[in-house]
């Protein structure tokens, strides 16, 4: 048995890179998958960390996303819309053709979008407004996901999960960043209460006949609900409109009806809006960035977190100590590196 | 006593706007104002009707909005921000005039955003993006209020009520609407609970000390709650950065501070961002329109609500009937068109 191991980010890195190499992606898409994989376990986000190598290549051995896919990012027509092509191929590295273009295109016109069309997405949100905020940008992105949710007041899984992030860029520090699902829970949740033997909180889910449900079994057959009643729901709405709709992408029931599962990464586009404080707030009183520190300071001061904040104190320690990968993990990476899809369940 | 009346649209408008004239508004302002006001008569949307017209009187006679303002549209300086200097006025006729450019701007490059500065704001935001979907866009609007809701996990006001809108145009039909506040509740539903001598539902409010509360009247002393949880407090301190901060306008502390009360309109700005459907989705496959009437009939097909859908039906009975009024508010528009601010409390 392999013994637990602390590994430095970079060595974490050139692994995962090295497995996705192996089991036949290409370098843009083997190191923009790498790239948001180990931040997620650098920030102690297991659920988007290494877990999600295998997923990833399920989704490759299905042949639902492209291996070798080349994004293309289209020359610029004078409008505030950046638009990627991922080719089939996963949204991470459509996403780091174009920010380039959309941080450009939000510094010089204020406001401006980067619609990414026909990807595999698998990935949290938060690298991605991340990203934007390094360029001192403020960002909202946002996709649809698989149909798992029911409207408020409806019987049927119609929406994704959706998420939805937002970030806004601080001075020598992590930005303020939150990116959750608009559904009341996320569905690995409710498959973790049923292998516990454990009821669902009220409110979570209703059964296959559209009735509520505590039942985990009677919840995966029925619908998730969306978080805070009709108003999330809305949210929820808003971006299979302008997500999948708007940008000429599936919606989450598409998406689904494509690909007859969720156990493989969704395909589908996503929509990302930079805006430049610099520029809108340019002629008016107070510096921006100074006047948000007084607002984070406030919020912290009364006892509350900022989203992420647990992420970011992670991100410290992995990086000055490494990250702390159990034996269980590193084996599960050897058998990826030396087995590539053959190795994948 | 006066009798119950039935009255068309255009009379309750021209006796509205003679009440906001009779005040001391002059045309640009009491026009705007006026229209909002009917229009949420017209839905069956009281809480944004007639009842209002006093608020914003008591708000003129306070001296917190200039009555005879005369909103500025900054000249097109290339970019994709649209500009307006309500100049102390209300944001109702700031928006009247805007809306063209921005309509215009994104048009033109499939993004663009209206930012209002120094307005007073007691409008609800529907009116505003039914404006822009009559235009053939999307939009998104927003705006702080004052400090009246503490973030998750904190123990004061902080946010506001921040209210988040978004509309999506419909072809030979009204516009699919949202417009919430992003606290759990109003605060007007908290004072209708301690009127009636009722407790509130659990998770509504906090008392003065940050503890839970169900007493309207602690709770009133404290904070409200943001919807959702974390996740209704991060999309409310969004609204805070993006349409207060970011465009160089109050905060809803900020608000409170230089009001020190609840009782006169706000004064800060407001953000709309406007996307154009075609714009984004060209060259892809497949008419968004068409496609999102799939979304909505799917969503009522189940038994679900469209949000608006009760203010739209509200509408066709008042466009062909009229607005049935109580002898009460005819005798109270009466009492303010005869004495102007002086019938103000």
Redesign the interface.
């Known amino acids: 048995m392999t013994e637990a191991v602390m590994m430095s980010v970079e060595a974490l890195q050139n692994r995962v890179l090295a497995i996705f190499e192996r089991a036949g992606l290409n370098k843009i898409q083997a190191a923009a998958l790498a790239h948001v994989i180990v931040a997620g376990e650098r920030d102690a986000c297991k659920s988007h960390g290494i877990y999600r190598i295998e997923g990833a290549l399920r989704t490759v051995k299905a042949g639902k996303v492209k291996p070798d896919a080349v994004p293309a990012l289209a020359p610029d027509d004078g ?3 950046v638009r990627v092509d991922a080719q089939g191929g996963f949204a991470n590295a459509a996403f780091e053709l174009g920010v380039p273009a959309l941080a450009e295109r939000a510094t ?6 980067m ?1 990414i ?1 026909d990807c595999s997405h698998f990935s949290a949100l938060w690298p991605e407004v991340e990203a934007v905020t390094a360029r001192g940008l ?1 960002a909202l992105a946002m996709c649809p996901s698989y149909a798992t949710v ?7 899984p ?1 929406l994704g999960t959706n998420p939805f992030a ?1 970030g ?1 860029p601080r001075k020598d520090q992590p930005p ?1 960043v ?1 990116d ?1 699902a ?1 559904s009341v829970a996320a569905r690995g949740e409710i498959e973790l209460h049923r292998r516990a033997g454990k009821q669902l909180p009220e409110g979570w889910a209703i059964d296959a006949a ?1 009735n509520p449900t505590t039942d985990p079994v009677a919840a995966l057959e029925g619908a998730m609900m969306p ?8 949210i929820a ?2 971006i ?3 997500a999948g ?5 599936l ?1 989450s ?1 598409e998406v689904l009806d494509y690909l007859g599962t969720t156990i493989l990464a969704p395909f589908h586009g996503e929509l990302i ?1 930079a ?1 430049s ?1 610099e ?3 340019k ?4 510096d ?1 960035f100074a ?2 520190e007084v ?1 984070f300071e ?2 912290v001061g ?4 900022l ?1 992420s904040q647990r992420r970011f104190a992670a991100r410290i320690q992995s990086e000055a100590k490494g990250i702390s990968l159990t034996a269980a993990e590193i084996a599960q990476l050897d058998a990826l590196l030396a087995g590539g899809l053959a190795a994948v369940n």
Chains 1, 2 share one sequence.
Do not use: C
Request: cysteine-free; aromatic content about 10%.
């Open positions: 409008s505030a819309i010089r016109l204020g406001i401006a979008a619609v069309n403020a029911a409207p408020s007041g409806g019987s049927k119609l937002f806004w303020y939150f959750f608009t559209g978080f805070g009643g009709h108003k999330g729901s809305a709405t808003m299979e409109l302008l709709i708007m940008i000429g992408d919606t029931p809006i805006m404080p520029a809108f707030a002629g008016r009183p107070g921006p006047r948000a607002l406030t919020i009364q006892g509350a977190r989203p």
